[in-house]
């Protein structure tokens, strides 16, 4: 058994406190936040169940967390006043600090400021 799955692998939760499996081991039952979204379903208060752990060179070990199905909760449905909150602060993350237009996309935060902003500031600059 290699070192990392070995460090991966505690079904009893002596060594983490909860269970531990190596990536793409959990037992049956077990979901992800994402797993249980999909399924229209919230993790409602569970406790988590049991993680998976993977080894990556680049960012040592990564763990994802996995609440059981049975627990789980429907989802919560929208309402109008949650919809009309989405929707303004949607409409934040598309209006333009610098000329206040409503681009239609998502602004980079990188930047700050839409394309048209960056292009004026890049002739300028030239």
Not at 40 to 48: F, K, N, S, V, W
Not at 79 to 100: D, F, I, Q, V
Not at 106 to 124: H, M, V
Request: charged share 20%.
């Amino acid at each position: 058994m290699p070192t990392a799955y070995a460090k991966c692998y505690d079904p009893t939760g002596a060594r983490y406190g909860i269970p531990t499996y190596p990536w793409h081991m959990a037992p049956d039952g077990l979901f992800t936040r994402r797993q249980l979204r999909a399924k229209g379903l919230r993790p409602g208060g569970q406790p988590i169940a049991a993680q998976v752990m993977r080894y990556n060179r680049h960012h040592g070990f990564r763990v994802a967390y996995f609440y059981r199905e049975d627990l789980a909760k429907p989802v919560r449905p929208m309402t109008s006043r949650k919809w009309g909150a989405l929707a303004l602060a949607m409409l934040a993350r598309r209006t333009c600090p610098r000329c206040e237009l409503d681009v239609g996309y998502c602004i980079p935060r990188s930047y700050g400021i839409c394309g048209l902003c960056i292009a004026a500031e890049e002739q300028r600059a030239a």
